[in-house]
């Protein structure tokens, strides 16, 4: 068997061992809506390319995965999946992940094992903490997310060097997902190499001076920043920056003209 497909299948609240689906390549459990429980089995069936339980809402925990061919995850719409699944080894055939409205709290550190991930999508997202091992990703070059509750940042492992561990990310849209003045200069440090930065509809009420390293940024955006007051540095190759729908924009008008 190489498909298996137990969408919309309410009656089931548990998902069976898999181990003998040795040849399995599609596994799809999609809006199982009294699912509780996934053996351990299906996170190491080698040969499975697509594996999606979207929309399984009383899902709280999805088992650790070590799924080598796997090129497509779906884990959207787990309403109460605060955890993203460890991954036990690399996997390298994913590029793209996309998450929308699940509730995760943090991204583990063995993230960094989706060693060919390209872009991460996190749309409505709860308060999500993201590990400072996303910073080794080499081939990630996009992250977008958006109308999170609030997100956090790791701090740095101890003697690790901010200039040794900047992410090659060169597109970061983090769009209302309540960012704080203290995680504002974390994200500029982290993504040192961005090109296009879009930071609208935050809550932090400064721009630090250490905006100023980003030597690649070309497009900023911070648009709808309401609580915005003071702009203390400016990328020195920019060459679009946006700050619509912003009440203090007077002010921020006259520091832009101190810093140009």
């Known amino acids: 068997m190489k498909i298996l497909n137990l969408d919309y299948a309410n009656c089931l609240t548990e998902l069976p061992d898999t181990s003998s689906l040795l040849n399995l390549e599609k596994l799809s459990f999609e809006n199982c809506e009294n699912l509780i429980t996934i053996d351990e089995s299906v996170g190491f069936l080698d040969k499975l390319k697509v594996l999606s339980a979207k929309g399984c809402s009383k899902l709280k925990i999805f088992p650790p995965i070590k799924l080598i061919s796997l090129e497509e995850l779906n884990l959207s719409f787990c309403s109460n999946l605060e955890s993203f699944p460890e991954i036990l080894g690399k996997m390298e055939n994913m590029t793209n992940l996309v998450l929308e409205e699940t509730p995760l709290k943090e991204l583990?550190?063995?993230?960094?094992?989706?060693?060919?991930?390209?872009?991460?999508?996190?749309?409505?997202?709860?308060?999500?903490?993201?590990?400072?091992?996303?910073?080794?990703?080499?081939?990630?070059?996009?992250?977008?997310?958006?109308?999170?509750?609030?997100?956090?940042?790791?701090?740095?492992?101890?003697?690790?060097?901010?200039?040794?561990?900047s992410s090659n990310v060169e597109c970061l849209h983090l769009t209302n997902c309540n960012l704080l003045d203290e995680f504002v200069p974390i994200i500029l440090t982290w993504f040192v190499n961005v090109k296009e930065l879009n930071l609208s509809y935050n809550s932090f009420t400064?721009?630090?001076?250490?905006?100023?390293?980003?030597?690649?940024?070309?497009?900023?955006?911070?648009?709808?920043?309401?609580?915005?007051?003071?702009?203390?540095?400016?990328?020195?190759?920019?060459?679009?920056?946006?700050?619509?729908?912003?009440?203090?924009?007077?002010?921020?008008?006259?520091?832009?003209?101190?810093?140009?």
Request: a positive charge; charged letters at 25%.
């Open 206 to 260: 400064i721009l630090p001076e250490c905006i100023k390293e980003c030597h690649l940024l070309r497009d900023l955006s911070l648009d709808g920043c309401k609580f915005l007051r003071e702009v203390r540095g400016i990328a020195p190759n920019l060459k679009r920056f946006s700050a619509r729908r912003n009440k203090y924009l007077t002010r921020t008008e006259m520091l832009l003209n101190q810093v140009f």
């Open 108 to 165: 583990p550190y063995s993230f960094q094992n989706l060693t060919h991930l390209q872009t991460l999508q996190l749309r409505h997202c709860g308060m999500l903490k993201l590990p400072s091992s996303i910073l080794t990703m080499a081939k990630l070059v996009k992250i977008i997310g958006s109308a999170a509750k609030g997100w956090k940042f790791s701090k740095l492992d101890e003697g690790e060097c901010l200039q040794t561990v």
